[in-house]
């Protein structure tokens, strides 16, 4: 059984910083793809970032491009996402997913990860 634990979300104000972790259970954490979505009240899960199994590869939706950024420590069993200069858009609920996706056009797609994580809320105030 495969679990993900998010941590690190909190109330910000805007312009400020927040890293979250995300934890994962078992053996094979080094052979996923690991991915942070979120998904805003009223709106659809959208992809965030990424991170190739070999951490060489990452990935950022171009609102967070220059902003985020995404790293995993395969030792740990844990991926990153440091979010900097944040804004009141970025509040949502930031959810970790691991899979096994590959490719541009598969690893901002919510449907092809495996693994969630419960989700951990970030509010940026302005």
Same mark, same amino acid.
């Given at each position: 059984q495969v679990q993900l634990v998010e941590s690190g979300g909190g109330l910000v104000q805007a312009g400020g910083s927040l890293s979250l972790s995300c934890a994962v259970s078992g053996r094979t954490f080094g052979a996923y793809t690991m991915g942070w979505f979120r998904q805003a009240p009223g709106k659809e899960r959208e992809f965030v970032a990424c991170i190739m199994s070999s951490g060489g590869s990452t990935y950022y939706? #171009?609102?967070?491009?220059?902003r985020f950024s995404i790293s995993r420590d395969n030792a740990k069993s844990t991926v990153y996402l440091?979010?900097?200069?944040?804004?009141p858009k970025d509040t949502a609920v930031y959810y970790c997913a691991a899979g096994y996706a590959s490719g541009r056009s598969a690893?901002?797609?919510?449907n092809? !990860? #495996? !693994?969630?994580g419960q989700g951990t809320q970030v509010t940026v105030s302005s």
């Open positions: 939706a #171009d609102s967070v491009k220059g440091q979010m900097n200069s944040l804004e690893i901002v797609r919510a092809l !990860y #495996d !693994y969630w």
